[in-house]
């Protein structure tokens, strides 16, 4: 090993320190106040599947780690359960700070790490801003057209069917309208 360099290497010049204040402004929760008992990660039923541990991005941001926190795959896999909020004992609303990293992340053109968790999730809000509530079964249709793998649930999605999981027709809101107007406030970038 001798002179080799660890890519871990924290370099202290690549260091954004207004990246945690971001994060509380966005958020409005305070990664800085997590001391890493590792309780989130303990708790966590996706962790097996992310590259970092929860407590981990929080430590990216406390460094000011901005490109390492905003190119993981784990601000995607998260699924903003709330076990880890529940188990932390500082409180820390962690999938906020996951979702601020997620919005900051699409802003500001970072490749995403998770790229079929994110068509996912588009689908689902399409769905939402068309119907007002989600349809299952388009989502997954125009889902699989996305990633263009046909059957690879498809005798998951049979059994949903038989069972009525999954619904033929949308259902729709009564008051769409009211619900449109806010999807096109929010492409407009005004938040709510």
Known sequence: MGNQISSD????????????????????????????CGSCANGCPFRDLMDYSPNGVLRMIQLGLRPSALECSTIWVCVG???????????????????????????????????????????????????GRSHKLEIMLRYKIKKKNWFEDLAVGLKMLRKRKLHLLPSRVKNLFELKNMFRIKKQGVRL
Request: hydrophobic share 40%; aromatic share 6%; proline share 4%.
């Open 81 to 131: 359960c709330n076990t880890c909020a529940v188990q932390c004992p500082m409180a820390i609303h962690i999938p906020a700070i996951m979702d601020s990293l997620c919005q900051i992340a699409l802003a500001e053109g970072v490749k995403v790490a998770e790229p079929d968790i994110l068509n996912f999730h588009q689908e689902f809000l399409n769905s939402v801003e068309r119907y």
């Open 9 to 36: 290497i924290i370099h202290i010049n690549r260091c954004d320190n207004s990246f945690r204040d971001q994060i509380v402004e966005l958020s409005g929760e305070n990664a800085g106040l997590c001391f890493h």
